[in-house]
């Protein structure tokens, strides 16, 4: 499985962007999606999930209300919707393709692909 993010820019405090992540192969929908995040000089952490059928997600308190995190296994797409958004989301987003269960979405080592990066910058 190959993912490739895109979607990140430069918005305003408040603002909204939609990130996508595009994955390659046939058995995207066996996968849980999740979205992490890296700012400049602090530890790789979790913004979302969502299992390979959609039918559950998990969100970081910190996102929690203004991020939605949805997938389209027919576009073999899965995005992160990203609303009111804050200085301090700014980071480089990554996406990952993982088999565990929502209890051990948060832990980075469970994952077996990620994607490149896409750099979110926010204004204040």
């Known amino acids: 499985v190959q993912l490739q993010a895109s979607g990140g820019g430069l918005v305003q405090a408040g603002g909204s962007l939609r990130l996508s992540c595009a994955a390659s192969?046939?058995?995207?929908?066996?996968?849980?999606m999740s979205w992490f995040r890296q700012a400049p000089g602090k530890e790789r952490e979790f913004v979302a999930s969502?299992?390979?059928?959609?039918?559950?997600?998990y969100y970081a308190d910190s996102v929690k209300g203004r991020f939605t995190i949805s997938r389209d296994n027919a576009k073999n797409t899965v995005y992160l919707q990203m609303n009111s958004l804050k200085p301090e989301d700014t980071a480089v987003y990554y996406c990952?393709?993982?088999?565990?269960?929502?209890?051990?979405?948060?832990?980075?080592?469970?994952?077996?692909?990620w994607g490149q990066g896409t750099l979110v910058t926010v204004s204040s």
């Open positions: 192969g046939r058995t995207f929908s066996s996968y849980t």
């Open positions: 969502i299992t390979g059928s959609g039918g559950s997600t």
């Open positions: 990952a393709a993982g088999r565990g269960t929502l209890n051990v979405v948060t832990i980075a080592a469970i994952y077996d692909y």
